[in-house]
């Protein structure tokens, strides 16, 4: 391997700074225009307090074996082994279960966003070796958009990553819209993050493009900050969770005033018959008009009228964020946008239409690259069984339960040890007291990481691993216009592995190290990944260099697509002739209203879009005891709870604590100044948080990041007071609806106090509490 030089991570790509071979720094790549400053953390946190240096086993499994149901994980100290004795014991754990209660027992569904790497990402890895071994219980969807992953299917005929390659892109928004309408705004933070990297951010550049052709901008969201102010965007503010009224209210407008696309809702579209008694209120007696939408979103009636005019009169893009959807009924939202967007003419125009997670991620809205990169081979999975992502408290503490999701009847299997590589529960998961009683309940949980966070912490065997500066690797963002070398700049600290030595040694003590490494060295795997890529990139025309070339160059760059700017739009297509270019959806057409979803019955979620009064709102009786609404969007300073322990997010914090932001005159109703330490709280579990006081948000609303590594003052504790400023303590673990089964984070109602006297230190990136023993052999 040639002389290091760099890495990816997906937040962007830097050169290495070494002295004396030791890191000591990340240097954005120089074609970079607006580098992420999350680099900065990875070279401090390395080396940090809270790195993971050997194996470590919690005492309570290591003298008492595993257990079902009782464990003590996250309050009993943890003693140091050695590798041999780690992997001998997991070995043993794997297959035992395997023996006594089948594969369907393993809990393989691990989440998280890993690495960059297309050969060291840990759930890739895992998935593999457990496949191998017989296979496991997994997961389906995302916590980023479980609602439209299992919704645009049935709608639009397209997933998630095809609705990406679908919409306009911001040289095309430039040239062809007129009028942005965003709901939940285009929050310019997110777009640091691409994931498998990014080598150039270039959404800000694509949005003020967009601000210099005249496209204007609408932002409706509770957040000033949801819409960045180089568009100089039209902000109207509204409560949140209340989107979809806001939608129907704007489509009654167009409707009403008979500004609607006949002809497109007729020849293009399913189901507008049965929508409109529901939308004008001949079937419940309840117009969904301007007014109506007004008493509950809290926008002048006004306002929404002659927005609906806009809409219909000029070329209008609708936008939704994915943060939406996770709401209680986070399906009408999305449903709705696309419905608004078929009654107002613009699906089929060019620059018109829906676009579902503009500025969730930095890929949405640029352009598509297509040059199929190899990563790691995962194999096929032997066990069928499944739950959606977000139902995995649900799993482990209800066994045998069975529930809805998408059509189907699932049933929870009884699972005793889980496998955990690359992600946080502890950060993605909502409740977290519910989480921590249901994380008791397994035999056995493993987990590798890097660092002594949350869930190494409430393990039972936890293996230190390495970070992306540790190992060779090579990176492909998603739609990103660049292959990456990944070189190796660092030695890994202490006796941290990488994932695939971790297996392969586990593997030969199951005998199975044949399949897993296939005789390959990690570096022999990474040549064999790249001369795929290179095979596979000639097959669509694209030529790229040997793979010593490439490793001493660290970058290609893939030639934009072929007719890019000429690309008839499946809409469009649709349009102009519906019969020849159908969608995939049983009908071939936009499904306003869907037999299928009709069919499963689901009392909350009916076969076209409605308002659907949320379980918590600022317009529920439970505002009365909490009348806080609580929005808990993604960080500026780390990806979702990756590298909390590093300068970036540590320097975000006040007193130590996570930022919460409160309107002035929330604030001054419970006497909170700024940077007071204040306490977060509601039935569900309570957190501190370092507060700021600005008309940023709207009255009623509060706005914490997510991320913040859970610190109890009494670990391992139902209950207890977090100190650091985690607001999963405070969100509700249920469904979207019986449809997708997704998170509802931001439907969350809490209230708020100055916390008075000495606040507890943040533990939080400490390494782990260990025996007095010290060690085990």
């Known amino acids: 391997m040639a002389e290091p030089r760099q890495t990816v991570t997906h937040w962007g790509s830097y050169h290495a700074e070494t002295e004396d071979g030791r890191l000591v720094g990340l240097r954005p790549v120089g074609d970079d225009p607006y580098p992420s400053p999350i680099g900065r953390s990875v070279v401090d946190a390395r080396e940090a307090p809270s790195r993971l240096l050997t194996p470590m086993v919690r005492r309570g499994f290591l003298e008492d074996g595993p257990r079902k149901g009782g464990n003590r994980r996250g309050g009993e100290p943890f003693v140091r082994v050695s590798w041999d004795h780690a992997l001998d014991l997991i070995a043993r754990e794997l297959a035992r279960v395997k023996d006594e209660h089948g594969n369907q027992a393993i809990y393989g569904g691990s989440y998280g966003w890993a690495s960059a790497g297309r050969f060291h990402h840990a759930q890739s890895q895992l998935s593999r070796f457990l496949n191998l071994f017989g296979g496991h219980t997994d997961k389906v969807n995302t916590y980023s958009f479980a609602a439209v992953e299992v919704l645009l299917p049935r709608v639009l005929g397209e997933t998630v990553l095809e609705h990406g390659r679908t919409i306009p892109t911001w040289d095309e928004i430039a040239a062809h819209t007129e009028l942005v309408v965003s709901f939940g705004g285009l929050p310019l933070k997110n777009t640091q993050i691409n994931p498998g ?112 005019r806009r809409i219909a009169s000029k070329r209008t893009l609708i936008t939704v964020m994915w943060s939406l959807q996770r709401a209680d009924h986070g399906e009408q939202p999305c449903w709705m946008a696309v419905v608004l967007a078929a009654v107002a003419g613009q699906l089929g125009k060019v620059g018109g239409g829906v676009g579902i997670g503009y500025c969730g991620d930095h890929y949405m809205g640029t352009v598509q690259y297509a040059v199929p990169v190899a990563a790691m081979p995962k194999g096929t999975n032997p066990v069928r069984t499944h739950i959606p992502v977000a139902r995995i408290a649900d799993m482990l503490l209800n066994p045998g339960e069975t529930i809805d999701y998408d059509g189907q009847r699932i049933a929870y299997p009884d699972i005793r040890l889980v496998y955990w590589c690359g992600g946080n529960p502890f950060h993605h998961h909502q409740d977290v007291n519910r989480l921590l009683r249901a994380w008791q309940e397994p035999e ?31 990176a492909a963002g998603r739609a990103d216009a660049h292959l990456q070398a990944m070189h190796r700049v660092a030695a890994p600290p202490g006796e941290a592995w990488d994932d695939f030595a971790i297996f392969a040694a586990l593997a030969e003590r199951l005998g199975l190290a044949a399949e897993f490494t296939e005789g390959r060295s990690a570096d022999e795997w990474l040549r064999y990944l790249y001369d795929l890529t290179q ?197 509700r673990d249920a469904g979207t609806s019986k449809l997708a089964q997704g998170p509802i984070a931001q439907t969350t109602l809490i209230d708020i106090e100055r916390y008075d006297g000495e606040p507890p230190p943040i533990t939080a990136f400490d390494y782990l509490q260990t025996s007095p023993n010290g060690a085990a052999a």
Not at 451 to 457: D, K, L, M, T
Not at 558 to 568: A, D, K, L, W, Y
Not at 674 to 685: H, I, K, P, T, Y
Request: charged share 25%; glycine share 8%.
């Open 444 to 474: 056995t949980i493993i987990v590798h990481e890097p660092f002594c966070n949350p869930v190494a912490r409430h393990a039972d065997i936890v293996l230190p691993a390495t970070l992306m500066v540790e190992r060779n690797d090579f």
């Open 197 to 308: 990297g990014v080598r150039r951010h270039l959404t800000r550049e694509g949005l003020k493009s967009c601000r210099d052709a005249g496209v204007e901008f609408v932002s409706i969201s509770p957040l000033r900050e949801d819409a960045a102010d180089l568009v100089d965007p039209e902000r109207i503010t509204l409560r949140p969770n209340t989107d979809t009224a806001v939608m129907l209210a704007l489509a009654h407008t167009i409707v009403s005033e008979d500004r609607h696309d006949k002809d497109f809702l007729e020849a293009c579209c399913v189901g507008f018959e049965r929508f409109r008694p529901y939308l004008m209120g001949e079937s419940d007696g309840q117009p969904k008009d301007a007014e109506w939408a007004a008493g509950i979103a809290g926008i002048e009636a006004d306002t929404i009228r002659a927005l609906a």
């Open 535 to 731: 095979l596979r990139a000639a097959e669509v025309g694209v030529a790229l260099p040997d793979f010593e070339a490439f490793w001493r160059t660290g970058s290609v760059e893939f030639p934009i697509p072929e007719g890019h700017h000429e690309r008839p739009w499946q809409y469009q297509r649709l349009r102009e002739d519906p019969e020849a270019n159908p969608l995939s959806t049983p009908s071939g057409r936009v499904e306003i209203f869907s037999e299928t979803i009709d069919r499963f019955g689901y009392d909350d979620c009916p076969g076209h879009p409605v308002w659907l009064e949320p379980i918590e709102w600022l317009g529920s009786p439970a505002a009365a005891r909490f009348p806080l609404h609580m929005l808990s969007n993604q960080p500026k300073t780390r990806l979702h709870s990756q590298y909390d322990n590093g300068i970036t997010s540590r320097e975000s914090k006040i007193r130590g604590r996570e930022p919460v932001t409160i309107n002035p005159r929330d604030a001054a109703e419970r006497g909170i100044v700024d940077g007071d330490v204040v306490r977060l709280f509601n039935d569900r579990g309570a957190c501190l948080a370092g507060a700021i006081v600005s008309d940023g948000v709207a009255p009623g609303v509060v706005q914490i990041a997510t991320g913040a590594w859970y610190d109890p003052l009494e670990p391992g504790a139902v209950g207890s007071l977090d100190r650091h400023g985690n607001p999963n303590l405070l969100t």
